[in-house]
C-alpha cells in the first residue's frame, strides 16, 4: 500500500483536485471550508486502475500551516504537485519543491490546475516552460507535467495513469518487524473510544496487538484497525492506518506521538544528522542556532551543534548534532527539516546518520566526522559495523535495527563482519546463518578487546593490592566494570571460557596467580602450623593465628585450605579437620549415635572444639542432632 501526498502554493486547488480524483473532500474542519483552504492535514483515497488503492494525503499551502503541511510529507511515496495555471510558480510552491526535494521524494506527477481559467494557450505554454526551470535539479525533474480542471475534468484520467507508472516500479514499504506509526490525528469514536491515524512504517500491527506510546511510554492495546475506513484484522506497512487503542485516552495522545511494539524503539534527545542549506535560504547558519525540527508528525525545538566547520553558508552540506527540547523516535535513514523560528523560514534538513549517539561529539574531532562519514556512504557491512560500534554490546536485533538494513542485506552484512572478525559472538550462540533479529549478544573486535582489557587489568591490579587472596569475588569485579549484568556474565564467561580467566567458584584469577609467601611470611607460617601440628585437636584459636601471622596471612591459609575455620572461633590444620570428620562418622556408624561428650573423650579435647565441630557438620548435612544425641544424616 502507497501514500501520495500533495503539495503547492495555497490556493492553487490541491483540495478541489483531490475531491476531483477521488470524490472525497479532505477538508475535514469547518474553517477549512469557510475559508475554501486547507488548514490541517486532509485524507482520501483513491482506487488505480491496476486495483491497487493508494492514500492521499492533502497539505495545507499557506505560508502559516507550513508546519502542518510537514507533519503529513514525511512518509509519503510520491508527490501529487499543483501548480495554479493563472498564477504560475508562487512563493510556497518554491518552498514546497525545496521540501519535497529534502525528504528524498523523487517520485511524483505535476499538475498544471485550472486551465479551465486561461484562454490564451500561450500563456499556458509559458507557465509550464517556467514550472520546467523551477523543477531543474530537483527530484521531480522528469515528473510527467499534466494539464487538468478539476470543474471540467480536463486531464484527470491522465493524472491517474501517470500516478500509477510512476508507482508501478517503487517497491513497497518493507516489514522489518518493528512497526511504528508517527501520529499525526487524534480523535474519538462514540462506543469506540480513542483513534489515532498515520502512516504505518518498517512493520504490520495486528488486532489484539499490546501497544506503547512514545516517548511517554502509555501501554495500550490495538482494539480495531483500518485502511481506508475498511475494517481490517492486519495493517500492513506503508498505508494509511487508523488504530483505535483500548486502555488510553485522548488527552494521553498528541501529534508527533509514535506508536511502536513495545520494546523495539528507544526515544532520544540527541540526534547526528546530514544537512543541506537550502540555496536560497536568507542566511548562512551557525554553531548554537535555535531551530525547530520536524521528524515524521514531530515537531521540536532544537538546538543545532556545527561539527567540523563554523559556518554553513546558503547551498553548503555539513554535519550536525542537534540537542533536543523533548523526546523524539527516530531511526537511521529517516528524512527531516530544520525550520528558523522566527521569522519562519524552511532552512533545509536531510538525513539522519545516528538516532541515538553515545554523547556530545567535540566539534572537530576527526574521528567522529570519519564515523559519520562512513555511516553516511559506506558499504552495507560498514554501516552495519558502524551501528555495531555506536551500541557497543547489544543484541543482534537492536544492532540491525540501528543499522536500518533489511532482513538478507543485513544477514549478508553479519556473515561477512563475522568471516573478518569484526563481529564477536559473545554468548556463542550464532550458527552460519545468523538471523538478524536474533537476540544473540554481540560486539565489535574493538569493544571487545577494550572489555576485555578492562576485565583482566581490574584483576591483575586487584591480585597486585591483594597477592595473599586467592582470587577476585566475582560480584566485585562486577561492580568496578560497571557494565549491565548479561554483558558482564558474557565477557567473563568468555575469558574463562579462552583461558584468560580461571574461576573457581565466587572468585576469579588469573592463571599465573598463586599466593606466594615471603621469606618473613612463611617463617611465620611454619611456626604456626607446628603449633597445630603439636596440638592436633586442641589448637591455637582464630584469633591467637591471626595475632601470630596476621590477618592476610591467616585468610590466605584459609583460601589455600591449609587451616579449616569451623566457628567464629574454631579452627583446625586440614589434617586435623579430616582426622576427627573421619572419625565422628566412624564411632556413630560403630554406635549408632554419638553425644558430645562421647567425641571429647575420644579426642581427649575439650567442649569448646567438640561443640563446634559437630554443629560445623550438622550445617554441612553431615550429622543430625536429636537431643543430647547425634545420628548420621540420611
Given at each position: 500500500?502507497?501514500?501520495?501526498?500533495?503539495?503547492?502554493?495555497?490556493?492553487?486547488?490541491?483540495?478541489?483536485?483531490?475531491?476531483?480524483?477521488?470524490?472525497?473532500?479532505?477538508?475535514?474542519?469547518?474553517?477549512?471550508?469557510?475559508?475554501?483552504?486547507?488548514?490541517?492535514?486532509?485524507?482520501?483515497?483513491?482506487?488505480?486502475p491496476?486495483?491497487?488503492?493508494?492514500?492521499?494525503?492533502?497539505?495545507?499551502?499557506?505560508?502559516?500551516?507550513?508546519?502542518n503541511?510537514?507533519?503529513?510529507?514525511?512518509?509519503?511515496?510520491?508527490?501529487?504537485?499543483?501548480?495554479?495555471?493563472?498564477?504560475?510558480?508562487?512563493?510556497?510552491?518554491?518552498?514546497?519543491?525545496?521540501?519535497?526535494?529534502?525528504?528524498?521524494?523523487?517520485?511524483?506527477?505535476?499538475?498544471?490546475?485550472?486551465?479551465?481559467?486561461?484562454?490564451?494557450?500561450?500563456?499556458?505554454?509559458?507557465?509550464?516552460e517556467d514550472?520546467?526551470?523551477?523543477?531543474?535539479?530537483?527530484?521531480?525533474?522528469?515528473?510527467?507535467?499534466?494539464?487538468?480542471?478539476?470543474?471540467?475534468?480536463?486531464?484527470?484520467?491522465?493524472?491517474v495513469?501517470?500516478?500509477?507508472?510512476?508507482?508501478?516500479?517503487?517497491?513497497?514499504?518493507?516489514?522489518?518487524?518493528?512497526?511504528?506509526?508517527?501520529?499525526?490525528?487524534?480523535?474519538?469514536?462514540?462506543?469506540?473510544?480513542t483513534?489515532?491515524?498515520?502512516?504505518l512504517?518498517?512493520?504490520?500491527?495486528?488486532?489484539?496487538?499490546?501497544?506503547?506510546?512514545?516517548p511517554?511510554?502509555?501501554?495500550?492495546?490495538?482494539?480495531?484497525?483500518?485502511?481506508?475506513?475498511?475494517?481490517?484484522?492486519?495493517?500492513?506497512?506503508?498505508?494509511?492506518?487508523?488504530?483505535?487503542?483500548?486502555?488510553?485516552?485522548?488527552?494521553?495522545?498528541?501529534?508527533?506521538?509514535?506508536?511502536?511494539?513495545?520494546?523495539?524503539?528507544?526515544?532520544t534527545?540527541r540526534?547526528d544528522?546530514?544537512?543541506?542549506?537550502?540555496r536560497?535560504a536568507?542566511?548562512?547558519?551557525?554553531?548554537?542556532?535555535?531551530?525547530?525540527?520536524?521528524?515524521?508528525?514531530?515537531?521540536?525545538?532544537?538546538?543545532?551543534?556545527?561539527?567540523?566547520?563554523?559556518?554553513?553558508?546558503?547551498?553548503?552540506?555539513?554535519?550536525?548534532?542537534?540537542?533536543?527540547?523533548?523526546?523524539?523516535?527516530?531511526?537511521?535513514?529517516?528524512?527531516?527539516?530544520?525550520?528558523?523560528?522566527?521569522?519562519?523560514?524552511?532552512?533545509?534538513?536531510?538525513?539522519?546518520?545516528d538516532?541515538?549517539?553515545?554523547?556530545?561529539?567535540?566539534?572537530?574531532?576527526?574521528?567522529?566526522?570519519?564515523?559519520?562519514?562512513?555511516?553516511?556512504?559506506?558499504?552495507?557491512?560498514e554501516?552495519?559495523?558502524?551501528?555495531?560500534?555506536?551500541?557497543?554490546?547489544?543484541?543482534?536485533?537492536?544492532?540491525?535495527?540501528?543499522?536500518?538494513?533489511?532482513?538478507?542485506?543485513?544477514?549478508?552484512?553479519?556473515?561477512?563482519?563475522?568471516?573478518?572478525?569484526?563481529?564477536?559472538?559473545?554468548?556463542?550462540?550464532?550458527?552460519?546463518?545468523?538471523?538478524?533479529?536474533?537476540?544473540?549478544?554481540?560486539?565489535?573486535?574493538?569493544?571487545?578487546?577494550?572489555?576485555?582489557?578492562?576485565?583482566?587489568?581490574?584483576?591483575?591490579?586487584?591480585?597486585?593490592?591483594?597477592?595473599?587472596?586467592?582470587?577476585?569475588?566475582?560480584?566485585?569485579?562486577?561492580?568496578?566494570?560497571?557494565?549491565?549484568?548479561?554483558?558482564?556474565?558474557?565477557?567473563?564467561?568468555?575469558?574463562?571460557?579462552?583461558?584468560?580467566?580461571?574461576?573457581?567458584?565466587?572468585?576469579?584469577?588469573?592463571?599465573?596467580?598463586?599466593?606466594r609467601?615471603?621469606g618473613?611470611?612463611?617463617?611465620?607460617?611454619?611456626?604456626?602450623?607446628?603449633?597445630?601440628?603439636?596440638?592436633l585437636?586442641?589448637?591455637?584459636?582464630?584469633?591467637e593465628?591471626?595475632?601470630?601471622?596476621?590477618?592476610?596471612?591467616?585468610?590466605?591459609?584459609?583460601?589455600?585450605?591449609?587451616?579449616?575455620?569451623?566457628?567464629?572461633?574454631?579452627?583446625?590444620?586440614?589434617?586435623?579437620?579430616?582426622?576427627?570428620?573421619?572419625?565422628?562418622?566412624?564411632?556413630?556408624?560403630?554406635?549408632?549415635?554419638?553425644?558430645?561428650?562421647?567425641?571429647?573423650?575420644?579426642?581427649?579435647?575439650s567442649r569448646?572444639?567438640?561443640?563446634a565441630?559437630?554443629?560445623?557438620l550438622?550445617?554441612?548435612?553431615?550429622?543430625?542432632?536429636?537431643?543430647?544425641?547425634?545420628?548420621?544424616?540420611?
Amino acid at each position: 500500500m502507497r501514500v501520495i501526498g500533495t503539495a503547492g502554493h495555497v490556493d492553487h486547488g490541491k483540495s478541489t483536485l483531490v475531491e476531483a480524483l477521488t470524490g472525497i473532500h479532505p477538508d475535514r474542519l469547518k474553517e477549512e471550508r469557510e475559508r475554501e483552504m486547507t488548514i490541517d492535514l486532509g485524507f482520501a483515497w483513491l482506487t488505480m486502475p491496476d486495483g491497487e488503492q493508494i492514500g492521499i494525503i492533502d497539505v495545507p499551502g499557506h505560508r502559516d500551516f507550513i508546519e502542518n503541511m510537514l507533519a503529513g510529507v514525511g512518509g509519503i511515496d510520491a508527490a501529487l504537485f499543483v501548480i495554479a495555471a493563472d498564477e504560475g510558480v508562487m512563493p510556497q510552491t518554491r518552498e514546497h519543491l525545496a521540501i519535497l526535494d529534502i525528504l528524498n521524494v523523487q517520485r511524483g506527477v505535476v499538475t498544471l490546475t485550472k486551465i479551465d481559467l486561461i484562454d490564451d494557450p500561450e500563456w499556458i505554454n509559458l507557465v509550464e516552460e517556467d514550472i520546467r526551470q523551477v523543477l531543474r535539479g530537483t527530484g521531480l525533474e522528469s515528473a510527467p507535467l499534466v494539464r487538468v480542471s478539476a470543474r471540467t475534468g480536463e486531464g484527470l484520467p491522465e493524472i491517474v495513469q501517470s500516478l500509477q507508472a510512476c508507482l508501478v516500479d517503487h517497491p513497497t514499504r518493507p516489514d522489518l518487524g518493528r512497526p511504528r506509526l508517527p501520529v499525526d490525528r487524534i480523535f474519538t469514536i462514540a462506543g469506540f473510544g480513542t483513534v489515532v491515524t498515520g502512516t504505518l512504517l518498517d512493520g504490520s500491527f495486528r488486532v489484539g496487538d499490546e501497544l506503547v506510546i512514545l516517548p511517554a511510554g502509555i501501554k495500550g492495546r490495538v482494539r480495531g484497525l483500518q485502511n481506508h475506513k475498511h475494517k481490517v484484522d492486519v495493517a500492513e506497512p506503508g498505508g494509511r492506518t487508523a488504530v483505535n487503542i483500548s486502555g488510553v485516552t485522548v488527552d494521553q495522545i498528541k501529534r508527533g506521538d509514535v506508536i511502536a511494539l513495545p520494546g523495539n524503539y528507544q526515544p532520544t534527545r540527541r540526534l547526528d544528522v546530514h544537512f543541506r542549506l537550502l540555496r536560497d535560504a536568507s542566511h548562512s547558519i551557525k554553531h548554537n542556532t535555535e531551530v525547530k525540527l520536524f521528524h515524521g508528525s514531530a515537531e521540536v525545538l532544537a538546538r543545532l551543534r556545527l561539527l567540523g566547520t563554523e559556518e554553513l553558508l546558503p547551498g553548503e552540506e555539513g554535519w550536525l548534532q542537534l540537542e533536543l527540547s523533548g523526546d523524539v523516535v527516530a531511526v537511521r535513514g529517516d528524512r527531516y527539516i530544520l525550520r528558523r523560528p522566527s521569522p519562519g523560514e524552511t532552512l533545509g534538513g536531510g538525513v539522519i546518520i545516528d538516532p541515538q549517539p553515545k554523547g556530545r561529539h567535540k566539534r572537530f574531532s576527526p574521528e567522529a566526522l570519519s564515523r559519520l562519514a562512513s555511516l553516511m556512504q559506506g558499504e552495507p557491512s560498514e554501516v552495519y559495523y558502524q551501528a555495531l560500534v555506536a551500541l557497543g554490546v547489544a543484541p543482534l536485533k537492536e544492532v540491525s535495527a540501528h543499522s536500518r538494513l533489511e532482513g538478507e542485506v543485513a544477514r549478508k552484512s553479519i556473515q561477512d563482519l563475522l568471516s573478518q572478525g569484526q563481529i564477536v559472538d559473545l554468548e556463542n550462540r550464532l550458527d552460519h546463518q545468523p538471523n538478524p533479529f536474533a537476540d544473540s549478544l554481540v560486539t565489535s573486535r574493538m569493544q571487545w578487546e577494550r572489555l576485555a582489557g578492562r576485565a583482566l587489568d581490574e584483576v591483575e591490579s586487584y591480585h597486585r593490592a591483594l597477592p595473599l587472596r586467592q582470587g577476585m569475588p566475582r560480584e566485585e569485579l562486577k561492580s568496578r566494570l560497571k557494565i549491565p549484568a548479561r554483558t558482564f556474565n558474557a565477557v567473563i564467561n568468555r575469558l574463562v571460557a579462552h583461558g584468560a580467566l580461571v574461576e573457581t567458584g565466587p572468585l576469579v584469577k588469573t592463571p599465573t596467580h598463586a599466593i606466594r609467601f615471603n621469606g618473613s611470611q612463611q617463617k611465620l607460617v611454619d611456626d604456626l602450623l607446628a603449633r597445630f601440628a603439636s596440638n592436633l585437636f586442641t589448637p591455637p584459636s582464630i584469633k591467637e593465628c591471626q595475632v601470630a601471622v596476621g590477618e592476610d596471612v591467616y585468610n590466605a591459609l584459609v583460601d589455600l585450605g591449609i587451616l579449616v575455620p569451623v566457628s567464629p572461633e574454631v579452627v583446625f590444620s586440614a589434617d586435623g579437620y579430616d582426622q576427627m570428620v573421619t572419625q565422628v562418622r566412624e564411632l556413630i556408624q560403630a554406635h549408632g549415635s554419638i553425644t558430645a561428650a562421647q567425641v571429647r573423650d575420644h579426642f581427649n579435647t575439650s567442649r569448646k572444639y567438640v561443640l563446634a565441630l559437630l554443629e560445623h557438620l550438622d550445617g554441612l548435612g553431615v550429622t543430625i542432632r536429636e537431643g543430647d544425641v547425634r545420628r548420621m544424616k540420611r
